[in-house]
């Protein structure tokens, strides 16, 4: 018998390639093989070791709860939510989406420019006066030995905000042409992680503080920083709130082929998510820089990254990596740091010669005192209550994953939007303090000195903070078992085909 005979049949040497491809794709992508054919997702034969990828064009992922949903195109005031979480997924503005907010970027600018030249205050006391800008109290604290906390607040009121203006006047510049250049993704992506650490509303929540104190002390007199600050903060907000990301991002192409981290190519192609059905989850992945969903040909691992995307060249991963852990590491922390916070005075004030140290809850039963009642309760609210929610939020939430409960889900989604925002508000107290230590130095006639209590304090916010943008709240959802292989296809169109869309409302402004 020669080795012709050996050869199969040509239609079983036809399965048999067929079979190898399926196999060798499997193993490419580090998955198990699937069903060859799921409906309106075709796979591709592959050639070698090139692999396919889908861009679904009109498709979006809930950044809460992980909910694949399609959103139609939006009309100007229209905002889309999900509909499973009802958070936020998609918004038009009606304003021209790059010449408001640029507008409002450079004064902006100006503003910040007249905030760090010229004086902020101004105390007179017995007839000696002190004069601080912008940059005094992280240096009186840094020449205490309070270095962190003086990093700490140089950085989110004089080092970050300049940095998040120049990027979004940039990345505002570049989307006014046709197509968005291929540097400014990188720099719109590292805004994004920014623009929280730009703190200058609550820096001027402590400026409030700090004079409703002085005015019982001294003589103070406000200086054109503070009110070009109060003019920034204004500002900064209007553009955030009237630039359209989404606009911005669809003026970038994506790109025909990407690499993953192997090396292996993938080839990309831009499909319309409305002509197709929906793939299962486990195949869909999407970019929490622009939002651009894929589809893949099979399984994705959760927290590996699988490469670049196909649009902003962000790395790309289903879930963060070891989310639980890391939050509940930074929580603990936080937790330990937080009892000092409150034990351990936060400044010592000498008023001739006589004087002694304030905790934060001192700090809030002297304003309560002095008859500023609104103050008080603002301080205590966003350094009392704010850390102990935030805490008691990630702890819940945290154990409510780890036990895989399917209790109020959409009640913690919320909770953890809510901490999300109001995360940064806890810096009032180590604002207040740095601005105190730079004015109030004379000696035995009045002095204000900072104290441990805040370096744990500000510990805490920081930790606190880092805990909430470690945690993935897709998790949640993920161990309750509510991101299953496939979408869910409860809704149906009038033709009676299945459709999954976001919730359109009609927003109140703009």
Not at 429 to 447: E, P, R, T
Request: positive net charge; charged residues 20%; aromatic residues 8%.
């Amino acid at each position: 018998m020669n080795s012709a005979d050996l050869k199969p049949a040509p239609a079983a040497a036809r399965a048999i390639a067929r079979a190898r491809s399926v196999g060798d794709g499997a193993r490419a992508l580090g998955s198990r093989v699937l069903p060859p054919k799921v409906k309106g997702f075709r796979i591709g034969h592959r050639r070698g070791r090139t692999a396919k990828l889908h861009a679904l064009d009109g498709m979006c992922e809930c950044p809460t709860c992980g909910y694949f949903q399609r959103v139609p195109e939006l009309e100007p005031g229209q905002v889309a939510d999900c509909r499973r979480c009802h958070g936020q997924i998609g918004r038009r503005h009606t304003n021209p989406p790059v010449s408001t907010p640029l507008a409002f970027c450079v004064a902006s600018a100006v503003l910040y420019l007249t905030a760090i030249l010229e004086p902020l205050m101004t105390l007179d006391l017995y007839g000696r006066d002190h004069t601080v800008t912008l940059l005094t109290g992280p240096y009186e604290l840094w020449r205490e030995g309070w270095g962190p906390v003086a990093l700490l607040v140089a950085a989110a009121t004089a080092i970050v905000p300049p940095i998040v203006i120049t990027q979004m006047l940039v990345v505002l510049l570049a989307a006014s042409r046709k197509t968005l250049p291929g540097w400014a993704p990188g720099v719109m992506r590292r805004y994004e992680r920014l623009r929280p650490w730009s703190m200058i509303e609550v820096y001027m929540l402590g400026v409030f503080v700090a004079y409703t104190k002085l005015i019982d002390l001294a003589r103070v007199e406000v200086g054109p920083a503070v009110y070009a600050l109060a003019a920034l903060m204004v500002t900064m907000a209007a553009t955030d709130s009237t630039v359209d990301v989404d606009l911005i991002w669809k003026k970038r192409r994506v790109s025909r082929f990407v690499r993953r981290p192997n090396g292996q190519r993938v080839i990309v192609s831009l499909i319309d998510a409305t002509e197709m059905e929906l793939p299962p989850a486990q195949r869909l992945v999407s970019c929490t820089s622009c939002g651009l969903v894929c589809a893949s040909e099979y399984d994705l691992p959760q927290e590996d990254v699988l490469g670049r995307c196909p649009r902003c060249q962000a790395s790309v991963r289903r879930r963060k990596p070891q989310s639980l852990a890391r939050c509940v590491a930074l929580v603990l922390a936080a937790v330990v740091l937080y009892i000092p916070a409150n034990l351990y005075p936060v400044m010592t004030i000498i008023k001739l010669n006589r004087g002694g140290g304030y905790t934060i809850m001192d700090g809030v039963r002297g304003l309560y005192e002095t008859g500023a009642l609104p103050l008080a309760l603002l301080v205590f609210f966003a350094s009392i209550t704010v850390p102990v929610l935030k805490i008691l939020g990630l702890s819940s939430m945290c154990w409510c994953t780890w036990r895989g409960s399917r209790i109020r889900l959409v009640d913690r989604s919320r909770l953890f939007r809510l901490i999300d925002f109001i995360g940064r508000w806890s810096m009032i107290d180590v604002f207040m303090v740095s601005i105190l230590v730079a004015l109030v130095h004379f000696g035995g006639i009045g002095n204000i000195t900072a104290d441990p209590g805040v370096f744990a304090f500000a510990s805490v916010v920081v930790l606190t903070i880092a805990a909430a943008n470690c945690f993935d709240p897709r998790v949640m959802w993920d161990a309750a078992g509510m991101n299953g292989a496939a979408l869910d296809r409860s809704e149906t169109r009038p033709d009676g085909q299945h459709a999954v869309a976001a919730c359109l409302t009609e927003p109140v402004g703009a």
